[in-house]
């Protein structure tokens, strides 16, 4: 068992470039979860899936769009880079078994947008 | 406003006690609370998650409480160890689990 599995673990953009943060479970969970973090500021929520095929904006959507490819896979794209998205994108997902809303969290990407 | 604050950025204790951390939260009605631990450069790990009403959870050395009316989690890690060392985040569950809001975090520091 992987858990949660994020590519790329490091990226630089420039201003202006796009790219897909990839995200994958193999705990056949339903919901599935973006967020990012920064210094001070806590876990921000980007969008979230509770199932494949559907998805919801979070706290903080703008300048991002997902993808909820099939029940495994939730991808993260920035169209156009800024800035202000430097930061640490965290993929997370959850059961609403057991504990329910226990989030299962992967290692991260570090994004620095020069 | 909505607000979720932890009570400081940075603990320091020594090994031996009982660790502290506070949760408060405005504005908000979560059916449940939640505990994770982070160590530097990691995804946060989940520790524990109490019912909006439940008034205490106990897991081994941690034990979580939840006052609704306060709007305040407390949690606790007796005869702490060095290897407690982390940030420790709270997040509250909405809507559920539409919602996370996580709070800012607490440092912590086990001295030895």
């Known amino acids: 068992n992987a858990g949660v599995t994020q590519t790329p673990k490091f990226q630089v953009l420039k201003t202006g470039q796009s790219m897909t943060l990839q995200c994958a479970q193999d705990?056949?969970?339903?919901?599935m979860y973006w967020y990012r973090q920064d210094p001070g500021m806590g876990l921000r929520l980007i969008y979230y899936s509770a199932s494949e095929g559907t998805t919801d904006k979070g706290e903080v959507p703008n300048g991002y769009n997902v993808s909820r490819l099939n029940k495994r896979e939730f991808s993260l794209r920035l169209e156009s880079a800024a800035p202000s998205q430097t930061s640490v994108y965290f993929c997370?997902?959850?059961?609403?078994?057991?504990?329910?809303?226990?989030?299962?969290f992967g290692p991260g990407t570090r994004l620095t947008v020069t | 406003s909505q607000k979720i604050e932890q009570n400081s950025e940075a603990l320091n204790i020594q090994e031996g006690k009982t660790a502290t951390l506070t949760c408060n939260y405005t504005?908000?009605?979560?059916?449940?609370l939640q505990w994770y631990r982070q160590d530097p450069g990691r995804g946060p790990v989940f520790l524990l998650l109490?019912?909006?009403?439940?008034k205490e959870k106990r897991k081994e050395r941690l034990k979580v409480t939840f006052d609704t009316t306060l709007k305040q989690s407390l949690f606790h890690i007796t005869a702490s160890q060095p290897a407690d060392s982390a940030t420790y985040l709270c997040?509250?569950?909405?809507?559920?689990?539409?919602?996370?809001?996580f709070g800012p975090g607490t440092r912590l520091s086990v001295l030895p």
């Open positions: 997040a509250l569950v909405e809507n559920y689990g539409q919602n996370f809001v």
């Open positions: 504005n908000y009605s979560p059916a449940y």
């Open positions: 705990m056949n969970h339903n919901s």
């Open positions: 109490i019912r909006e009403n439940e």
């Open positions: 997370a997902s959850s059961t609403t078994s057991g504990d329910p809303y226990e989030q299962y």
